[in-house]
């Protein structure tokens, strides 16, 4: 890493004098170049290893949990339709002035991109869906991958550091990021000094999955009926509606532009499940401590008259 030059700044509001000396500027090939030619994104290839890593850390718990491993490979596919569709629709909605006069070209997924926020509640509805059809104990698996789910959502956002995707707004900052060399780039204007905003999120969503683990350790006994899940994904997006203030896009309503709005739903979406999974819990702790017969237990005629005590207390 060096400092980046002050040709850097061409066209934004910076000049030489106004740029930070120490600015983290990162210059570096974002593609990887293998045989015959093939070229991969450096990003592409460390979100694989995030997902694979998660995958083989779940199966590992699923196995100590008496769950079986296979049936996680069924779950992780099933989510991918439902996050490919959530995602396009929260992009559509990031984009809305282009996709209502071409509403047609947000059903191809090779233009554009996806929008996470809607891709989570999308995969989440999916894999559920999935896991009910094959009967398994949905509560349990949720419990289970609380913290696979937000280190996929961490490390998956750091690894767009090495596509120079996901810049926040321009900033003087001495944590400022701006990427240098030829790219290709994801972000528009990379080499301008702007908020890591893939940063804050991707290390504020590990510190969340650090502190739940903490957490679940010390309560081992916690429900394991998916409020756990519900609740880490509420606090993840608001996590996230709090980062999209850094980011580029203009506001919509107030202060708030459509990723902190989107975020923002998404929050009250599962913060209104966690609620609903615990009051279900709490009738059903109260079904289980009522007793199986509350009604009155008469007495049967036929086992002749009751003993009545006399006036002197003795039975006559």
Known sequence: M????????????????????ALIALDFDPLLH??????VRWEAV???AVIIAALIVAGLMARRASLRADDLIFIAIGVVPGAVIGGRIGYGLLHLDYYAAQ?????DPGRGGFELSLAVVGGVISGLTVAALLDVPV????????????????AGKLAMLLGGAG????????????????GPWASLAPALPSHPAQAYEGFATLALAL??????ALRSGAARDGRILLLALALWALVRAAVTLSWRDPAVVWELNAGTLIALGVAVVFAVAWVAVVARGRRAAGAADAPDDPSPSWRDPADGPRDEPSPGGAAG
């Not at 509403?103 to 059903?107: F, H, K």
């Open 139 to 154: 509560g349990r698996w949720m419990h289970l991958v609380v913290l696979p789910v937000l280190f996929v959502l961490g």
């Open 34 to 39: 293998l045989v015959a030619g093939l070229v």
């Open 2 to 21: 060096r400092p980046a030059p002050a040709a850097a700044t061409t066209g934004s509001r910076y000049t030489a004098d106004t740029v930070p000396t």
């Open 103 to 107: 509403g047609a070209a947000l059903l």
């Open 167 to 182: 810049q926040g707004q321009p900033a003087a900052l001495p944590w400022a990021t701006s990427f240098l060399g030829p």
């Open 211 to 216: 502190v739940l683990g903490v957490v679940l």
């Open 46 to 48: 460390a979100i694989a």
